[in-house]
């Protein structure tokens, strides 16, 4: 549903001049998949998207994922002309991150609330 909805916004503008009006879309319908699949208050949404005070697995994750892809950037910049690890690991890093379950992002209190 995100996809489509980021999607058809965007085919209403492909310069960039709407992004935030697109942003505020997306985040509405994130919102609202929230609210229906997992039942969470509207506030605990926002949250669980990433707005508000990050916790300190964020931070350590974040830092983790630039870690690792800087890590592969130098040295791939510096051998090859075209990094094409480079663009594998930019590819599969954030999926990866992605398969982590919600249990272990999400602290207790939010998933309660």
Do not use: K
């Amino acid at each position: 549903m995100l996809w489509g909805l980021l999607a058809g916004t965007s085919q209403a503008d492909a310069t960039g001049r709407w992004g935030l009006a697109i942003l505020a879309a997306l985040v509405l319908g994130a919102v609202v998949v929230e609210r229906v699949l997992y039942r969470t208050s509207p506030r605990a949404a926002l949250r669980l998207l990433g707005l508000g005070r990050s916790g300190g697995r964020a931070l350590a994750l974040a830092g983790a994922v630039s870690v690792i892809v800087l890590g592969y950037l130098i040295p791939t910049s510096a051998v090859t002309t075209f990094p094409l690890l480079l663009i594998a690991v930019s590819l599969l890093v954030p999926l990866l991150c992605l398969a982590v379950p919600r249990r272990f992002l999400v602290p207790a209190v939010v998933r309660t609330a």
